[in-house]
DNA sequence: CTGTTAGCGCTTTCAT
DNA sequence: ATGAAAGCGCTAACAG
């Protein structure tokens, strides 16, 4: 018997006695075979454990019912439930995902989006590194349907589903506002729209007596951690009462495990307000008062547009933004205290 | 000019006045052309962003250069992190990873399985359901190299990289006898080997005198949140001095949060301890004990052995088996107290 | 160094 | 209802 794997549908034709187009409808489904012979078929098939191969399939022009899906971060819970919510619309579909991760770099995101291309998947979902990316412009010239995600791109021939970054940054310049400390640090990590909207939201709305102090390029749980005897000798935060607006929960809530093992009394030394809302926030060391919006959500709804526009490519694009909510905890609390 | 996407070998052939075979020899960087044909090919094929279409270049007989990975879960943050261990092998080696979850399904653990044999894939990882499952059958009979993880199998023809779970179970067992308490609670969720396996190591050295109780099927975060009301109810754990041994940290960190909420004392009431030592656990509403088994590594190991595998099919099969290690943190310390 | 040509495994008219 | 045959886009001998 041959290897599994080696063995073609012409092979299974001989040993059935047909021709491989016969076989070729039974695998198709295609209605139009005799019952009995049908059958016959199916168990030579069985009987070989055959399995056809996608790549001949998807050369000789049959959809390889699959979508490819780039995200920047698989170690960001905030990435991984975007990815969740696609699966889960996918599976019902009976497409499959093919899920990568940019690591934040221009060049991969390319890299990987030629890949999908030339793998002929029939849709690509990319939350991209930069609304404005050549990988983004790169799957507009290749005609094939996809939607960015976490990004809101000026562009009316691009889909996208994003959060309302600058909505969100003006929740918590609101709360601010309600609630009036007397320094404020913004913590952000990579540079990317989804952040300077949401500073910008913020800043438009923050009373203008503030003036905050901006910390770049925090990343990562331990990022955050690390970064905690920099706020406490530099920035005085245990003797100034101050806001961390961190925006990144990731991020957040590293900063906020430190604190606590440093001793500094949350909230009411130091006040801390996340943006994302993953999972974890709710379970953290001290649960992070944050902006939710939800990221399966954002996954959902970008796939099932995505299978729209596969489905009916010359559809108007849609555009998403997801309203964001104020999720307060206890890292941050309501203060009528003034 | 066609549609990107659409335009073949042929074409760029064609528009540099060559032949398709030394179109294809530049695009395998393959020496034998000449520079000066070269370039101009090169430069014919930037002009149209040509790019090649990887399921004839497969079908055609050179190597995919992809490996397929299939966990458990997605939303379980053991799985991620090696889910990254995995992805930062394949990209030095220029391999990209096709990442699928089977949710706990062993039928679409199967589908999946297929689907990476048919589109080729040079080897597959795989975290399956059950060490047993007909998709690492199937993955044998397919003569792919591919290895498991999470699981040990008995099959010596079956690479496996896994964590040693007896082990890990019996550092749990030695810490209780060290440490005596009035009640144990074994929660576990998704019945699968690796907790079996915990599971006998622990009963295996447990004082005799305990006889826990043992309750199934908790598998999220939430899961965990709503058991605690039937835990303080049903088993008295805020007047029973109890210890808590929860096989999955995410379980662990969704019970600590409601305790800590029910204001339940940990650890002088109720101790916890974990399983995995997922990032997270650090960071929790009370910091995790728990049995550590770096999961990058195995994601890591698995990678390399793979690509191993890859290059040498002849290769006897590896198995690994990852010492873990208790990590105490907050939520069940060393007490000399007896 | 480069071109010709025969497949790779499957789908799909077009006949029968 | 089924078969024959022409591709799908690319690679890999084999010639030259």
């Known amino acids: 018997m041959k290897q599994l794997g080696s063995m073609t549908i012409a092979d299974i034709a001989k040993k059935a006695g047909v021709s491989t187009a016969t076989v070729s409808r039974v695998l198709s489904e295609s209605d139009k075979v005799k019952p009995s012979t049908r059958t016959r078929v199916l168990d030579i098939i069985e009987e070989y454990s055959y399995i056809p191969n996608q790549l001949a399939q998807g050369l000789a022009g049959s959809p390889t019912k699959t979508i490819g899906v780039i995200i920047d971060e698989l170690s960001n819970h905030f990435f991984i439930e975007i990815a969740e919510g696609v699966d889960s619309i996918l599976q019902n579909e009976n497409y499959s995902m093919q899920l990568s991760s940019s690591r934040w770099i221009g060049d991969r995101e390319l890299r990987l989006t030629r890949s999908l291309l030339s793998s002929r998947v029939e849709g690509v979902l990319i939350a991209p590194v930069d609304p404005d990316s050549p990988s983004v412009r790169l799957l507009k010239k290749s005609g094939i349907p996809f939607v960015v995600m976490n990004c809101s791109v000026e562009d009316p021939d691009v889909a996208y589903v994003s959060g309302n970054n600058r909505r969100g940054g003006e929740l918590v310049a609101e709360f601010l506002n309600r609630n009036p400390r007397e320094q404020i640090i913004l913590i ?149 205290s003034r």
């Open 188 to 336: 952000t990590g990579f540079p990317h729209q989804s952040v300077s909207e949401r500073l910008s939201g913020f800043f438009d709305t923050l009373d203008s007596a503030y003036k905050p102090i901006h910390i770049r390029g925090v990343k990562t749980f331990e990022d955050g951690h690390d970064l905690v005897p920099l706020l406490l000798t530099r920035n005085l935060i245990a003797k100034i009462k101050t806001t961390l607006f961190v925006t990144n929960d990731n991020v957040a809530i590293g900063i906020t495990d430190r604190l606590v093992r440093e001793g500094v009394a949350i909230p009411d030394q130091v006040t801390i307000i996340g943006y994302d809302d993953i999972r974890m926030s709710a379970f953290s060391r001290v649960p992070l008062t944050t902006v939710s919006q939800s990221m399966r959500d954002i996954g959902r709804i970008a796939a099932m547009e995505l299978l729209d526009l596969i489905k009916d490519p010359k559809k108007e694009r849609p555009r998403h933004n997801i309203e964001p909510r104020l999720v307060i905890r206890e890292s941050a609390v309501e203060a009528p």
